[in-house]
C-alpha cells in the first residue's frame, strides 16, 4: 500500500470510530431530568416498618387506594432493616391480646421458616423473652411485601415527604426520591415513621426528652470459643482500654464479656441515636459500625480472639426513641402498668416498662398479673389536626410508657387500627377523632384483629 | 469419755441436715417431680451413648413399662465441678421424664451434696435446686461455665454501673444476676447439673421415646398432667396424625381448647391426608365457629391440599364464606380454586362477593370467576 493510499485508509477508520462510539445495542441516555409525578389516592402511609406495612394492607384489604413511602428499599425497619427480629409479645396471661394483620404475617414467616411457635400457655414469669417468637428478618421482608402487592398498596420506595399541608379538606404531599418528585393528593394520612417526620413536616407539636434511649446495631460475631478465653484477662485489658480512651464504656453497657457471649445480639448502645434526618441517621450508622470495629480490634489483640470477625451485620443501626406527638391524649406510666381502659381503646399492648438507659443498662419491670395495657385511638391523633394519624413508636405517651408501647408486636396492632380508622374516615368523609367507634371495631375484628370493647 | 471435735461436730450437723430431706425407699436423698406416666416400670434397658459432652460415653438407663415404653429415663452422673484449681467429686443419679423434662435427682448411698465450703446442703437449699432444675428457661443456660468461673462473676460489689439487671428483650442476664438462679455457695454444682439435664441428655431420649412411638403410647404421654409433656408430644407429632388416626378424638379435644398452644399444636399435628375422611372434615369445620382468625387460616390452609373437599364441607363452606373475616375470605377462595370447586352454589356465593363493596375483595372474587372453565 502506497503511503498516501494508507493515510487515507487511517483516515477514513477513525471517522467511523468517531461516528459510532458505542457497541451496538448501547442508547444514549437522554440529559438527567427529574421526573415529576401525579398522584391521587384515599391513604398515603409513610414509612414502611412495623406499623406502617400492617396500616397500608388493612386500607387496601378494605378496598380503599393506598400509597406507601419507605425511604430505604424494604420493608419491615426494625423487624428487617435494623434486624430486631423477635417482634414483640402477642400474648399475656395466657390469651393472644393481639391478633390481625401482624400476627398473620408472624404466623406464616415462622410457617415457611419451619420453626416452631413458644408455647404461650406456659407463662413466661421475668423471662418474657420466653414469649418472643424468633423470625427470618429476609423472609418477613419479602412476605410483607408481598402482602402489599397482593391488597394493592402503591408501594413507593426510597422516597421520603419534604413538603405536606392541607388545603380544602385534602392532604397535598410532595415526595423526593431517586430521580423522582412526586404530588400526592389523599384524604388521609397515617404517619409511621418512627420519629413523626410527617406529623412535624405538616406543623404538629413533637415532644423529645432531653435524653433518648441509646440505639443498637445488631449484629454476628464468631470466629471464638467462649469457653475457651480467659475472662478474668480480657475484662482486665477492657478496663485498660477504657482508661486509655481506645474503647468507650456506655457503647457496650460496660460488658465485654457479655459482648462476647451475645455473639453482639442487641448489645451495643449507642448514646443519641437518631434517625430524623439523613444527617442524623447517617452519623449514628457512623458511630455505631465505627464503635463494633474498635472493638473487634481491641478483640482481635487478645489471646483466643485472634480469629474473631463479623459474621453478619444488619444494614442500619435500630433506634429506640426520637420523637412522639403530641396527641389528643397522651398514655403514661401509670396508665399502661395500671392496664387503664378507654371508651376509645382499639388495641392491646403488653410488655415490661423496658427502658435501656445509657448510664444503667436495662430494666425492665414486669406488669402485675393480668394486667394488660390497651391504646386509645386519641393517642394516635395530633392536637390540632385533621385527617392525620400516627401510628408505631411516635404516638402520645410519656417516656416510661413508650418504652413498652414502642415494641413491634404493639406497633404492629397500632398500624392496623390507623388503617381501618383511615378506611372509615374516607367513607364517612370525617377526621379520625369523629369516627364512628364501632364501625372501626368491627371493620378491625372482620380482618381478625382483637378489639378492646370499649367498656371503662 | 467421748469427746465432740470439730469432725465430729460438722458430721453432726450434717446428719441433722440430711435427715431433714426427702429420703428414698433405700433411705437415699431423692427428689422426684410430677412424672408423666405414672404406670409402672417393670425393666430397665441400658444404651451406651456417646453424648458428646464432657461426660462422653456413658450409659443412659431406659426405665420400661411392660410393653417396652419408656417411663422414666435416668444416669448416674459421676463428673468433677472445678473450681479456683480445686476439683470434687459429683456424684448423683439424674432422673428426666419420657418427654425430656427433667424429673428428678437422688444421691448414691452415703452421697450428699455439699458446698465450696463443704457445708452439706440444707433442706432449703435441696428444694431450691431441685425448683432451679426443673426450669427450662433458666438464664443459667444463657451462661458459658467460664463466665460462672470468671473472678468477675463473684463480685457482687462490682465497681461497674452498667451490670445490674441487664436484661434485653431476648435473653441474657448478667453476672450479679447469677445469684438468683444458683444455689448461693454451688453456683457451679447447680451450673453442671443444669446443664447435663438440658444438655445432649435430653435430645438422646426423646429420640428413644419417639421411636417407640404408637397410638397407645402416644395417648398415654397426651394424658400427662403437664402442660409442657402434652405440647412436647404434640410438637413431635406436627403432620403425622395420618399415621395415628386413633387418637384423633384426643387431638379434636385439644383443638377446641381455650389454651392457645395447646390448640395449635394440635392443629399443626394434622397432616391433609387426614382430610380424605368425610368424618374428619366435619369434624374439623364443627371447631371452626369458636375459633379465632389465626387458627381458621390455619384449617383453611390444609383444605387447599386436601384430596378431596367432601359436599358437607363444601356446603359449610359457602355458608360461612361471606360473614368470613376478609383475609379468611381470600384464602378460602384459594381454597376454591385447588380444589376446583365450581358448583353452582359455590359460584353464586363468589358472584355475590364481586358485588361486594370492599373494591378488593370484589376484584378477588372476580379474578377467580374468570378461571371458571365455561
Known amino acids: 500500500m502506497k503511503r498516501r493510499d494508507m493515510i487515507a485508509a487511517m483516515g477514513t477508520l477513525s471517522l467511523g470510530v468517531a461516528a459510532s462510539p458505542f457497541a451496538k445495542g448501547d442508547v444514549l441516555k437522554e440529559p438527567y431530568k427529574v421526573v415529576q409525578k401525579n398522584i391521587t389516592t384515599d391513604v398515603v402511609v409513610v414509612g414502611g416498618g412495623t406499623a406502617g406495612a400492617v396500616a397500608a394492607i388493612q386500607v387496601g384489604r378494605a378496598g380503599k387506594k393506598v400509597t406507601l413511602i419507605e425511604c430505604v428499599s424494604q420493608l419491615g425497619g426494625t423487624t428487617t432493616t435494623a434486624g430486631v427480629a423477635f417482634p414483640g409479645i402477642f400474648f399475656a396471661w395466657g390469651k393472644q391480646i393481639i391478633s390481625g394483620i401482624g400476627w398473620e404475617n408472624v404466623q406464616e414467616a415462622v410457617e415457611l421458616n419451619g420453626d416452631t411457635l413458644p408455647n404461650f400457655s406456659i407463662p413466661h414469669g421475668r423471662q418474657h423473652w420466653n414469649h418472643q417468637v424468633r423470625l427470618n428478618g429476609p423472609l418477613f421482608s419479602v412476605i410483607l411485601e408481598q402482602k402489599c402487592v ?24 410532595e415526595t423526593v426520591g431517586k430521580g423522582i418528585t412526586t404530588k400526592i393528593k389523599c384524604k388521609q394520612i397515617i404517619d409511621c415513621s418512627g420519629n413523626a417526620i410527617a406529623a412535624n413536616i405538616a406543623g404538629f407539636d413533637l415532644l423529645k426528652e432531653a435524653e433518648t434511649q441509646p440505639g443498637t446495631l445488631i449484629f454476628r460475631l464468631g470466629g471464638y470459643d467462649m469457653e475457651a478465653l480467659d475472662l478474668d484477662m480480657i475484662k ?33 448502645h449507642i448514646r443519641g441515636a437518631d434517625s430524623t434526618t439523613s444527617e442524623s441517621h447517617t452519623a449514628a450508622n457512623i458511630h455505631a459500625r465505627g464503635s463494633l470495629l474498635k472493638h473487634l480490634k481491641f478483640l482481635k489483640r487478645l489471646p483466643g480472639c ?96 413508650n418504652s413498652a408501647l414502642r415494641v413491634q408486636g404493639s406497633s404492629m396492632a397500632m398500624g392496623q387500627v390507623a388503617g381501618a380508622t383511615a378506611v372509615i374516615a374516607c367513607q364517612r368523609n370525617v377526621s379520625p377523632a369523629d369516627v364512628p367507634l364501632d364501625e372501626v371495631r368491627e371493620l378491625l375484628r372482620n380482618h381478625g384483629a382483637i378489639v378492646p370493647t370499649g367498656e371503662v | 469419755m467421748f469427746k465432740v471435735t470439730k469432725q465430729h461436730f460438722l458430721l453432726i450437723i450434717a446428719v441433722f441436715f440430711i435427715g431433714m430431706v426427702p429420703v428414698s425407699n433405700t433411705g437415699t436423698i431423692q427428689y422426684i417431680n410430677d412424672k408423666t406416666l405414672t404406670i409402672e416400670a417393670v425393666e430397665v434397658e441400658k444404651r451406651l451413648i456417646d453424648f458428646e459432652e464432657e461426660i462422653s460415653i456413658d450409659t443412659l438407663y431406659g426405665h420400661l413399662s411392660g410393653k417396652g415404653d419408656p417411663v422414666f429415663f435416668s444416669r448416674n452422673v459421676v463428673t468433677s465441678v472445678c473450681f479456683d484449681g480445686k476439683c470434687r467429686l459429683l456424684d448423683v443419679i439424674v432422673y428426666w421424664n419420657p418427654t425430656g423434662r427433667y424429673l428428678g435427682f437422688e444421691m448414691p448411698e452415703n452421697e450428699y451434696l455439699s458446698k465450696h465450703d463443704h457445708e452439706p446442703f440444707t433442706e432449703e437449699e435441696y428444694l431450691r435446686l431441685n425448683a432451679l432444675l426443673a426450669d427450662p428457661f433458666l438464664p443459667l443456660g444463657g451462661f458459658s461455665y467460664n463466665e460462672i468461673v470468671m473472678e468477675g462473676a463473684k463480685d457482687v460489689n462490682s465497681e461497674s454501673q452498667y451490670d445490674d439487671e441487664e436484661i434485653d428483650g431476648v435473653s441474657s442476664a448478667t453476672s450479679k444476676f447469677i445469684l438468683d438462679y444458683v444455689v448461693e455457695g454451688a453456683a457451679y454444682t447447680t451450673y453442671k447439673l443444669w446443664h447435663l439435664i438440658y444438655g445432649p441428655t435430653s435430645a438422646v431420649i426423646k429420640q428413644w421415646t419417639t421411636g417407640n412411638f404408637d397410638s397407645d403410647y402416644i395417648g398415654l404421654l397426651l394424658e400427662s398432667e403437664n402442660l409442657s409433656d402434652v405440647l412436647w408430644t404434640l410438637e413431635q407429632l406436627e403432620g403425622k396424625l395420618d399415621q395415628y388416626p386413633e387418637i384423633s378424638p384426643l387431638i379434636f379435644e385439644f383443638i377446641n381448647s381455650n389454651e392457645y398452644s395447646l390448640s395449635e399444636k394440635a392443629i399443626q399435628t ?33 383444605f387447599k391440599k386436601a384430596p378431596i373437599v367432601h359436599p358437607n364441607t363444601v356446603t359449610f363452606f359457602n355458608e360461612v364464606i361471606i360473614d368470613l373475616e376478609v383475609p379468611l375470605t381470600v384464602i378460602l377462595l384459594e381454597v376454591y380454586q385447588k380444589q376446583e370447586l365450581f358448583d353452582a352454589n359455590s359460584l353464586g356465593k363468589v358472584r355475590a362477593l364481586s358485588k361486594s363493596d370492599n373494591n378488593y375483595l370484589a376484584q378477588k372474587a372476580k379474578r377467580f370467576l374468570e378461571t371458571v372453565p365455561k
Open chain 1, 150 to 173: 397482593e391488597a394493592g398498596v402503591d408501594l413507593r420506595y426510597y422516597e421520603t415527604p419534604t413538603k405536606i399541608e392541607f388545603k380544602k379538606g385534602f392532604w397535598e404531599m
Open chain 1, 236 to 268: 482486665k485489658e477492657y478496663e485498660a482500654a477504657i482508661n486509655s480512651g481506645e474503647l468507650i464504656r456506655e457503647e457496650f453497657r460496660g460488658n465485654i464479656v457479655r459482648l462476647l457471649s451475645s455473639k453482639g445480639d442487641n448489645i451495643q
Open chain 1, 306 to 401: 485472634e480469629n474473631i470477625v463479623i459474621e453478619d451485620m444488619r444494614t442500619e443501626i435500630g433506634i429506640r426513641e426520637t420523637y412522639r406527638i403530641d396527641g389528643l391524649y397522651q398514655i403514661t406510666h401509670e396508665d399502661y402498668t395500671s392496664g387503664k381502659k378507654y371508651k376509645d381503646s382499639l388495641s392491646y399492648s403488653y410488655y415490661p416498662i423496658d427502658l435501656h438507659i445509657i448510664e444503667h443498662g436495662v430494666s425492665p419491670k414486669q406488669l402485675s398479673e393480668g394486667v394488660v395495657a390497651s391504646i386509645p385511638l386519641r393517642a394516635l391523633i395530633p392536637k390540632n389536626s385533621k385527617n392525620f394519624m400516627v401510628a408505631g413508636r411516635c404516638l402520645s405517651s410519656d417516656r416510661l410508657a
Open chain 2, 270 to 302: 394434622i397432616n391433609p391426608q387426614n382430610l380424605a375422611s368425610e368424618t374428619f372434615q366435619s369434624n374439623l369445620v364443627a371447631l371452626f365457629p369458636q375459633m379465632d382468625s389465626g387458627r381458621k387460616k390455619w384449617i383453611l390452609d390444609l
